[in-house]
DNA sequence: TACTAGTATGCTGCATACAGGAATTAAAGA
DNA sequence: TCTTTAATTCCTGTATGCAGCATACTAGTA
């Protein structure tokens, strides 16, 4: 252990290095393309092609689809390489399922950890979302409210069960997406949200878990038929 | 669908190819390396040498490692690679409390879903660990004990439940093998692992639930200071 | 005409080679 | 003797080349 004697200069810049290295951008990337609909379920990745896209060679493309199929958003085939995965509505309903579970944890242990400026800045999300609602604008309106249920999780303050969300949550991206097909459908989601943010703001929690628990439900109700 | 006409020979052997790939090998490998500790916590990881005695090259190597870190057992450090990741008793509790929450998932769900036949199973496993309990063989009663928990959410039937659960688990499995040291401790767990038995057979799924969580509370106290 | 066998192409999977950077060690100055 | 700096060594990150396999296409046969 070596460590500098003499305090490095600025140190509050010293930590937030975060280096963006070229392995993340391209994780991220191509992430984005199978999310975006780009690289749609059942698509073979050429690598070659796409490496070429992207200009980068086989190599790092190869490690980065390598850990987005240990993400699950790849499968691996022996032989032919990676393919977008596919899911159908089994895998769909235990996804929902598992998430439900995990914001119910999230949500007990908001109504207890959550500072008062962190409802108070969740309301604003979710008021930002209303606009949004009432605009009619869906992308950003959707763009909303999964940072909503990212940050409800986050509130927690279990690092870990965020992380576990968030992986599952970017997996469902496209699919919850037509969930709000339909006025009526969306109206009744945004009912679910107003509900929440108002569970929250009284802090209880076991009204928040039920809200929370249908709230997931119906969203498997709303895509079910689609998928 | 040109199924030959003529039965095909042993067509029971016919099935099982499921072609193992050099990938899922050198994971498999790497991350039974880090469990059974050959690959300490917070130790780096040399692709070089590693690679020269798995008698592989770098390549494939640095996939598996990428996939391994997804999985979260790996983290890695722009520039210097990989190094096994090493978390302390926040991630822990973090961890335990996910786990609960998926358990409790699990229990409820295989408390409807499982056949006699399957509870039967789960019973004899618990059997043989009450054995291996009783001879004090620490290790075979370890993974008795793992594939019990295991069994318990795969009966679920939710597979995705299933998978998620099984990939937090082989990231405590190291740690939670030291949660049995002591034979006050030991007798305590085993105490909770008869009771969730009993509860599992009865199919009463809101005394199983309160087990499972109070086994993982009871896990999470017998490891607390020792990290 | 339909089906099988043979062939050719293209992609994956792995090894190797090269460039850039980090860490360590040695050397020089205070 | 300790600090600082420079140089060397090793390791990571990326590119490229080659072997093996899967798929597609073509020709031949029933």
């Known amino acids: 252990m070596t460590e500098p004697a003499h305090e490095m200069i600025a ?5 937030p290095i975060a ?5 993340d951008e391209i994780v991220e990337c191509v992430r984005d393309m199978i999310i975006e609909g780009q690289l749609p379920p059942g698509a073979r990745i050429h690598e070659g092609q796409l490496g070429k896209l992207l200009g980068i060679s086989r190599t790092p493309l ?10 699950g958003l790849l499968e691996l085939v022996p032989g032919r390489g990676a393919v977008v995965k596919k899911f159908g509505a ?4 235990d996804m929902l399922q598992v998430l439900s579970a995990l914001e119910t944890l999230a949500a007990r242990q908001t109504c207890a950890n ?7 800045a969740l309301r604003a999300l979710h008021d930002e979302m209303m606009r949004h ?13 999964q940072a909503i249920h990212t940050r409800l999780v986050a509130l927690s303050g279990n ?5 576990t969300h968030e992986s599952i949550q970017s997996r469902l991206r496209r699919i919850r997406f037509v969930g709000h097909e339909g006025a009526t459908k969306w109206a009744a989601a945004v009912a679910e949200h107003e ?14 878990v039920a809200l929370v628990v249908r709230h997931l439900d119906n969203t498997w109700e709303r895509v079910r038929e689609i998928v």
Request: charged letters at 35%; hydrophobic letters at 45%; one cysteine or more.
């Open 195 to 208: 509900a929440m943010i108002a569970a929250i703001e009284a802090r209880d929690p076991d009204k928040l």
């Open 133 to 145: 609602y009432a605009r009619g604008n869906r992308l950003d309106y959707y763009k909303c409210n």
């Open 114 to 120: 959550a500072t008062d400026s962190d409802i108070a």
């Open 19 to 23: 280096r963006r290295t070229m392995h």
């Open 90 to 93: 089994a895998e769909l309903r």
């Open 11 to 15: 140190p509050s810049r010293a930590r």
């Open 159 to 163: 690092a870990f069960l965020a992380a």
């Open 62 to 71: 190869r490690e980065a689809l390598k850990f987005l199929a240990s993400e």
